[in-house]
């Protein structure tokens, strides 16, 4: 039904923009056409906001856990570079 409707409302405007002759008409339509382009520009930067301030927060509990789990020679490139030749070295 919505459909239907703007369709219908489409056509009235563009019959009206059509009768007003082309620079009323064409600056109509232009504005017409920008609003809705800045009308979207700020819906979607409104969407990333929400979704933004709807993430998950990390935990400091959650650090503790993870930096416990991971193994001394993974936490930096340096010492698993030390751990790698130590390996190769057969210690």
Do not use: C, W
């Not at 409302?9 to 232009?30: N, Q, R």
């Not at 020679?73 to 070295?89: A, N, Q, V």
């Amino acid at each position: 039904m919505y459909l239907l409707l703007s369709i219908l409302l489409s056509m009235v405007l563009g019959y009206l923009l059509f009768v007003l002759g082309p620079i009323v008409g064409g600056i109509a339509a232009f504005g017409i056409i920008v609003g809705s382009l800045f009308r979207g520009i700020y819906l979607l930067n409104d969407i990333r906001k929400r979704l933004a301030s709807d993430s998950p927060v990390e935990k400091e509990v959650q650090k503790q856990q993870v930096t416990e789990v991971v193994p001394e020679h993974l936490k930096s490139p340096g010492d698993y570079k030390k751990y790698l030749e130590g390996k190769e070295r057969g210690f």
